[in-house]
């Protein structure tokens, strides 16, 4: 069973950055779609960013041109860039891992926006 650690979550004010990232385990990490999800108090987990395999991305219209998700296979590690973040960004960032049949979910960071 893969692993999938996530780190680089924390407290910031808006407009700042933070960059969070998802190292896995295992040697299949280049076939994964890699994702990036959130979810905050009292809504549902929602998909904010993605990555195939072949570097195809694809993001939330909510986060257009503030976040910006990467991958490096050579260190099983896929990244959230995010910048200019809003209060609304305040949620628990979760990674996911699919392929085939195979779904997995990292165990989630904290992001808070505030002031």
């Known amino acids: 069973q893969v692993q999938l650690v996530e780190s680089g979550g924390g407290l910031v004010q808006p407009g700042g950055s933070l960059r969070l990232s998802c190292a896995a385990s295992?040697?299949?990490?280049?076939?994964?779609?890699m994702g990036w999800y959130r979810q905050a108090p009292g809504k549902q987990r929602e998909l904010v960013a993605a990555?195939?395999?072949?570097?195809?991305?694809n993001y939330a219209d909510s986060v257009k041109g503030r976040l910006t998700i990467s991958r490096d296979n050579a260190k099983n590690t896929v990244y959230l860039q995010m910048n200019s973040l809003k209060p609304e960004d305040t949620a628990v960032y979760y990674c996911n891992a699919r392929w085939l049949d195979y779904n997995d979910w990292g165990q989630g960071t904290q992001v808070t926006v505030s002031s």
């Open positions: 295992g040697s299949m990490f280049s076939r994964y779609t």
């Open positions: 990555i195939t395999a072949g570097g195809n991305t």
